[in-house]
């Protein structure tokens, strides 16, 4: 009966050194709440532009929360662009462009949309 359980003992400790020795492989880590394969946010992008459909550098885009009323801004470049990212998908945003006391229509980004990346074009009329 020794002979059994030094056996036994022996197998024991060798398939606990095969299964530690063994390398592990583990899925990644995910963020709580969120899929680590794809991004949840959002991104506006777009061009300000006049009735010609020029861009209108140095205009100002608005870009308000519907739901907080909180107000972010971005000064376009020389060729009207403009980029607000990381936007969260179950709020809705209202964009609109101002230039000199002239502004745009407001347009809105709907929480009921759900493309990742949203462009719209602003006009902002002349007097």
Same mark, same amino acid.
């Given at each position: 009966?020794?002979?059994?359980?030094?056996?036994?003992?022996?197998?024991?400790?060798?398939?606990?050194?095969?299964?530690?020795?063994?390398?592990?492989?583990?899925?990644?880590?995910?963020?709580?709440?969120?899929?680590?394969?794809? /991004?949840?946010?959002?991104?506006?992008?777009?061009?300000?532009?006049?009735?010609g /459909?020029?861009?209108?550098?140095?205009?100002?885009?608005?870009?308000?929360?519907?739901?907080?009323?909180?107000?972010?801004?971005?000064i376009?470049?020389?060729?009207?662009?403009?980029?607000?990212?990381a936007?969260?998908?179950?709020? /809705?945003?209202?964009?609109?462009?101002?230039?000199?006391?002239?502004?745009?229509?407001?347009?809105?980004?709907?929480?009921?949309?759900?493309?990742?990346?949203?462009?719209?074009?602003?006009?902002?009329?002349?007097?």
């Amino acid at each position: 009966m020794t002979k059994a359980f030094i056996a036994i003992v022996f197998l024991l400790a060798a398939f606990t050194a095969l299964v530690v020795s063994a390398p592990a492989v583990a899925a990644p880590a995910q963020v709580f709440g969120r899929d680590s394969k794809k /991004d949840k946010t959002r991104l506006l992008t777009g061009k300000v532009l006049d009735s010609g /459909d020029n861009p209108l550098p140095d205009a100002i885009v608005y870009l308000t929360n519907t739901h907080t009323r909180t107000v972010k801004t971005y000064i376009v470049g020389p060729d009207g662009t403009y980029r607000f990212p990381a936007l969260e998908p179950s709020i /809705d945003y209202e964009v609109y462009a101002q230039l000199n006391n002239r502004r745009s229509g407001t347009k809105t980004v709907s929480q009921f949309d759900n493309r990742a990346e949203v462009y719209i074009d602003l006009k902002v009329k002349a007097k």
